[in-house]
């Protein structure tokens, strides 16, 4: 099995910046693509970035401009750097995994935007 634990959510004001980590552990595991979505109540979850094993990287147009997504393959580890954070980007962000096992995700991490 393969765990996901991300990090890095939390409170900020309108214009800041969060960056988001996912570490993945547990059986050998071959990856295909790393993801962030984003859910909010009453809402279906949606994606927010990917980036492919063969790092091509693809964004939701609400976040072109303003979010990278990175990886460190040697750790195991994505990322989701957040700028320009405006109230309307407050939602539980989770981390997504595609490997030849199958799909994971992580807990999700919260994230609000607020003054």
């Known amino acids: 099995q393969v765990q996901l634990v991300e990090s890095g959510g939390g409170l900020v004001q309108p214009g800041g910046s969060l960056r988001l980590s996912c570490t993945a552990s547990?059986?050998?595991?071959?990856?295909?693509?790393w993801s962030w979505y984003r859910q909010v109540p009453g809402k279906e979850r949606e994606l927010v970035a990917r980036?492919?094993?063969?790092?091509?990287?693809n964004y939701a147009d609400f976040v072109k401009g303003r979010f990278t997504i990175s990886r460190d393959i040697r750790k195991n580890m994505a990322y989701l750097q957040m700028n320009n954070l405006q109230p309307e980007d407050t939602a539980v962000y989770y981390c997504?995994?595609?490997?030849?096992?199958?799909?994971?995700w992580g807990q999700g991490t919260q994230v609000t935007v607020s003054s």
């Open positions: 997504n995994l595609n490997s030849h096992i199958g799909v994971h």
């Open positions: 547990g059986r050998s595991f071959s990856i295909y693509a």
């Open positions: 980036i492919s094993i063969d790092r091509s990287v």
